[in-house]
C-alpha cells in the first residue's frame, strides 16, 4: 500500500505536534553547543506550515512539500530554516504531480532531500549535524527495497537507523556550524540537528503504518 496525499497531511500534523512536545528538548540540547534556539525555531517553523496546510491540502504531493520548504525557510532562524527548508523543497522536486507515495518514491524524495541538505550545509557524515541521522535512514531505506521489505518495516528501519545515527553523535567532535566553534567541548553531547530529524522519521513510521 502507499502512503497518500491525506497520509503526508497526516504526517505533518504529528510532526508539529512532536516539535512542540519537544521544543524545550530540542532548546537544551542546543544550549550546549548551539544558540539554544533550535527547538523554539523549529516550533515557529512548524506552527507556521501549519497555518499554511488548509490552502495547500488539496494539492499534489509535491506541492505540498515546496510550500514547507518555502515556509521553513522564511520562519525558521538560525541554520534550520534554510536546511530543513532544503529538505522539503528537495522532496518537493521528487515528488512533484504524486498523489500517492510508494516506498521507492519516497527513497527517491529523501535521497534529495539528503542530497541537498549536504550541499547547503557543506556537513559530511560524522560531522555531528542532522546528516549524521539522515544518512543512515536513506541508507536502510535502499536496503529495504533491495530486501523486498514492505513499506511499513522499511519506515521503521529507517527511523531505527535515525536513531542509531542520532545518537552516535553523542562523542562526536563538532566539525560544522556553530557547535563547532566549541572544538572538543563539544563532544558528549547529543546534536539537535540529528535529534529533530530522527523525530520527524519516528512520526513518519509511527503516523503511516495506521494507513498502510
Known sequence: MPVYRDDVITWIKAVAGMISENSSYLTEL???????????NMER????????????????????????GMTLLSTVGG???????????????KTA??????LPDWTEALEASLSGVVMRGKAELG???MVDALTPAVNALKQAI?????????????????????????????R????????????????????????MLKVAAETWKESI
Open 30 to 40: 542546543d544550549s550546549a553547543i548551539g544558540d539554544a534556539d533550535h527547538g523554539a
Open 45 to 68: 517553523g512548524f506552527k507556521a506550515v501549519i497555518n499554511k496546510l488548509p490552502e495547500i491540502s488539496d494539492k499534489d504531493i509535491g506541492t505540498i512539500f515546496k510550500t514547507i
Open 79 to 93: 541554520a534550520g530554516g534554510p536546511l530543513y527548508g532544503t529538505w522539503f523543497l528537495q522532496a518537493g522536486l
Open 97 to 102: 504531480g504524486k498523489m500517492e507515495l510508494t
Open 127 to 129: 560531522d555531528k549535524t
Open 146 to 174: 533491495q530486501d523486498n521489505q514492505p513499506i511499513n518495516a522499511a519506515l521503521e528501519l529507517s527511523a531505527d537507523s535515525a536513531k542509531k545515527g542520532m545518537e552516535a553523535t553523542i562523542p562526536l567532535v563538532a
Open 176 to 199: 560544522k556550524g556553530r557547535a563547532s566553534y566549541l572544538g572538543e567541548r563539544s563532544a558528549g553531547h547529543q546534536d539537535p540537528g540529528a535529534t529533530s530529524t530522527y523525530l
